[in-house]
């Protein structure tokens, strides 16, 4: 059974820098596509961006978060991780990964920006 476990969250200062991490047990991590999602207060949860397989995947990015956050992975440690630069005040939300093609959700973490 894969199980998700999202750390890094907190309190940042808009221009400010968090990274992200989800730890996933119980499955064959390389093998899996990873997303981040994000769900603001009162709003539907969206997608943040994702990496493929393997060590060479390729990461993919909504429009909204491009050129401001990275993902990448370390195999070795069944970790993908969310590197947030540049943080605006519209970023505040629960930040999810999953497994693509499952549903399979962790708890989320918490990112908070604000002076």
């Known amino acids: 059974q894969v199980q998700l476990v999202e750390s890094g969250g907190g309190l940042v200062q808009p221009g400010g820098s968090l990274r992200l991490s989800c730890t996933v047990s119980?499955?064959?991590?390389?093998?899996?596509?990873m997303g981040w999602y994000r769900q603001a207060a009162g709003k539907e949860r969206e997608w943040v961006g994702q990496?493929?397989?393997?060590?060479?995947?390729?990461?993919s990015y909504d429009y909204s978060v491009k050129d401001r956050f990275t993902i990448f992975r370390d195999n070795a440690k069944n970790t993908v991780y969310l590197q947030m630069n540049s943080l605006k005040p519209e970023d505040p939300a629960v930040y999810y990964c999953?497994?693509?093609?499952?549903?399979?959700w962790g708890q989320g973490t918490q990112v908070t920006v604000s002076s």
């Open positions: 119980g499955g064959f991590f390389s093998d899996y596509a």
């Open positions: 999953k497994p693509l093609g499952t549903n399979v």
């Open positions: 990496i493929g397989p393997g060590s060479g995947g390729r990461s």
